[in-house]
């Protein structure tokens, strides 16, 4: 699956920064795992990439889907 500019730019950046990523699939829905401690969405990382959210950001929003996917269990 080719990945857009958006992402590969994002992907660019968090390397350069030192940070590991792994691409996987879970559920049907490609996912990119930061650190093997954070998932984000392709359009997180659309948007990582525009520069619309930063990392610390997307951290924050990892915390919260985890705490609402805790919640539906």
Known sequence: ??????V???LGRL???GHTIT????????WFD????MLASVQ???ELGLGV????ELEEL???RRQEEQGRL
């Open 1 to 6: 699956m080719p990945l857009t500019p958006e």
């Open 8 to 10: 590969e730019s994002a």
């Open 15 to 17: 390397k350069a920064e």
């Open 23 to 30: 691409t996987y699939v879970r559920a049907g829905t490609l």
């Open 34 to 37: 930061i650190d093997s401690t």
């Open 44 to 46: 997180e990382m659309v």
């Open 53 to 56: 959210h930063s990392l610390a």
């Open 62 to 64: 990892m915390r919260k």
